[in-house]
């Protein structure tokens, strides 16, 4: 059974930069015709796909926030990670990690994890 | 890249069906047979109901069926039942990235 985790800060300050980490078991990120991507959730609102990464280690963003994002892959640790810089209160979320699978379809999630960006 | 249009809420009584539409463009919805749709209750991850367009994952009840025409799909719940009371997110791919709709939430009167 596939299984992801998010981790990290639960809290940043504004105009730094949030990190997380998802953390895959039970498949490899290094092999397979999946992407690995990320998600997030304000309170209240609905779901905003962030980007997306390759086995290949190539990337698509979202539009809205290419120019602060970076997604990268560690697959001696078989982990994934996001990196969003310049954050303000608009990017406080829960933010979820997930697998795409082969309906081009996000198959499987991370429980999610609640960024708060405040100083 | 704007998301895709859902209503804000349905509703219905236990045992009837309800049908959530989510329309988009010729550049998702109406360009790949790739429409998902997902349940989310209170404080828990989206589920995947819905794949390519109709196609349940192992486990889904087949109370859920899904379709498209044009640019708008479509998810019907048939025989409804309390624990169907949740947001339904639809998304589509859009060509190298994704695009959800607003989510609708569903009550069961």
């Known amino acids: 059974q596939v299984q992801l985790r998010e981790s990290g800060p639960g809290l940043v300050k504004p105009s730094q930069t949030l990190s997380l980490t998802c953390t895959v078991s039970g498949a490899s990120i290094s092999s397979g015709s999946y992407y690995w991507s990320w998600i997030r959730q304000p309170a209240g609102k609905g779901l905003e796909y962030i980007g997306r990464i390759y086995t290949s280690g190539t990337t698509n963003y979202n539009p809205s926030l290419k120019s602060r994002v970076t997604i990268s892959l560690d697959t001696s640790k078989n982990q994934f990670s996001l990196k969003l810089n310049s954050v303000t209160a608009a990017d406080t979320a829960v933010y979820y990690c997930?697998?795409?699978?082969?309906?081009?379809?996000?198959?499987?999630w991370g429980q999610g994890m609640l960024v708060t960006v405040s100083s | 890249q704007s998301a895709l249009t859902q209503p804000a809420s349905v509703s219905g009584s236990p045992g009837q069906s309800i049908t959530i539409s989510c329309t988009g463009t010729?550049?998702?919805?109406?360009?790949?047979?790739?429409v998902s749709w997902f349940q989310q209750h209170p404080g828990k991850a989206p589920k995947l109901m819905i794949s390519e367009g109709s196609k349940r994952p192992s486990g889904v009840s087949n109370r859920f069926s899904g379709s498209k025409s044009g640019n708008t799909a479509s998810l019907t719940v048939s025989g409804l039942q309390a624990e169907d009371e949740a947001d339904y997110y639809c998304c589509s791919y859009a060509g190298a990235s994704w695009v959800f709709g607003g989510g609708t939430k569903l009550t069961v009167l």
């Open positions: 997930a697998r795409v699978g082969g309906g081009l379809d996000f198959d499987y």
């Open positions: 010729s550049s998702d919805v109406g360009g790949y047979n790739f």
